[in-house]
T-cell receptor, first 110, second 109 residues
Framework: SQTIHQWPATLVQPVGSPLSLECTVE??????LYWYRQAAGRGLQLLFY??????ISSEVPQNLSASRPQDRQFILSSKKLLLSDSGFYLC?????????FGQGTRLTVV | KNEVEQSPQNLTAQEGEFITINCSYS?????LHWLQQHPGGGIVSLFM???GKKKHGRLIATINIQEKHSSLHITASHPRDSAVYIC???????????FGQGTRLTINP
């Protein structure tokens, strides 16, 4: 079956610290993968999407980066977190047959 | 202007009422998703449809391709239906999902 795993569920990090959020999918190959952020009280904003290994498109210039080292792995990173990076981060994938979402990571930068 | 627009942004109703949430899109899409996001943040896919109508329990989703419009209906609404409902679409020719702003639904007992 098709599943998506995202971790951790919650994270509290100090300003200036690095970040690494990981997302893996199962039950499919060559999916389109996405990272979204939802700031408090706002809608989902597309950050990055990837159509294949090593292929990353950035939608919004920011303090974050993404990588896709394997077909079913998508990583969201930052070298130095800012307070404004706080929010809810969601990994998703679609392949035409449907869209699937991770459980999300609530990041609080303090 | 977003390629995918939802209305209303917020909706409060009494238990039992019939609920309609609307989604309009301005470009070609291959399908449209209706999603439900609960307060904890987790998102559940409710429907994916490219034409006509789908029904699951008390939820009904319709899409009119010519008018570029979709609706999500909830019959006999219940407080547990309270959530944010989001429409999303993979744009034709663009390999990315685009989300509407979401509709925050509150059903009071």
């Amino acid at each position: 079956s098709q599943t998506i795993h995202q971790w951790p569920a919650t994270l509290v990090q100090p300003v200036g610290s690095p970040l690494s959020l990981e997302c893996t999918v199962e039950g499919t190959s060559n999916p389109n993968l996405y990272w979204y952020r939802q700031a408090a009280g706002r809608g989902l904003q597309l950050l990055f999407y990837s159509v294949g290994i090593g292929q990353i498109s950035s939608e919004v210039p920011q303090n974050l980066s993404a990588s896709r080292p394997q077909d079913r792995q998508f990583i969201l990173s930052s070298k130095k977190l800012l307070l404004s990076d706080s929010g809810f981060y969601l990994c998703a994938w679609d392949q035409g047959s449907g869209a699937f979402f991770g459980q999300g990571t609530r990041l609080t930068v303090v | 202007k977003n390629e995918v627009e939802q209305s209303p942004q917020n909706l409060t109703a009494q238990e039992g009422e019939f609920i309609t949430i609307n989604c309009s899109y301005s470009v070609g899409i291959s399908a449209l998703h209706w999603l439900q996001q609960h307060p904890g943040g987790g998102i559940v896919s409710l429907f994916m449809l490219s034409s006509g109508k789908k029904k699951h329990g008390r939820l009904i989703a319709t899409i009119n391709i010519q008018e570029k419009h979709s609706s999500l209906h909830i019959t006999a609404s219940h407080p547990r239906d309270s959530a944010v409902y989001i429409c999303a679409a993979p744009l034709q020719g663009a390999q990315k999902l685009v989300f509407g702003q979401g509709t925050r639904l509150t059903i009071n007992p």
